[in-house]
């Protein structure tokens, strides 16, 4: 099969296009464009410089892919959108491209961009991850893999939200999510326990969820400063996979970011 590119199409002369890439009436495909093999892009998309789009990606009717960031210190210079292999996008999903700052926005493999979505410049949103309708992310923010996010939740720049993580809909997220836990709020972003049907889901142990549950009540419930909690969790529990990523991302906060508190019962 040979690639279907619609008559109506606009492709800049410099687009790179992969193998039986479908291309839609009306979408618009600017120079420096890269596209993977076996892509479709429905009508009315517009793909812009700086995209670099992988292989079997599906991308809907009015999707507006690598403008330029929404930054006014933006300058103008060049930076890229990366999206990986099997990203299904959505109808009229808005993907920045980056700032000076990164470079780049990163958009992963496996993952599920529902429609109206928004992801700032400089962005990295890992692999196989669902974003319900019309979230918003700031720029700079950080999306480990296999992480939920429930529709109409603004995410505030520089927010970072740990692998396995669900934030439920209507959410106000403007803390850092830990791996693992599920958060939510729409006054004030709360830790609602652990994500356990994902994470069972995902193949997780019961002595996984143990030691991860375990850890949780130290940081959250035990009133301990955080440095504290962390010391404690590093002296008193099995240093695990589990256990060192939760660790990691308490002790890799380097905006000054705060954290979620737990629901007072």
Known sequence: ?????HATAVIGSGAVLGEDVVIGPYVVIEDDVVIGDRTVIAPHAHIADGARIGSECKIFSGAVLSTGPQDLKYAGEKTYLHVGDRTVIRECVTLNRGTKASGKTVIGSDNLLMAYVHVGHDCVIGSHVVIANSVSFGGHC???DYVVIGGITGVHQFVRVGRYAMVGGLSRAVLDV???VMAGGASSLRYEGLNLVGLKRRGFTPEQLGNIRSVYRVIFQSGLLLANALEAVRSDFPQTPEV????HFFESNQHGRKFLKPYKS
């Open 1 to 5: 099969m040979s690639s279907s590119i």
């Open 142 to 144: 950080e999306v480990g």
């Open 178 to 180: 830990p791996p693992f």
């Open 244 to 247: 060192l990523e939760i660790l």
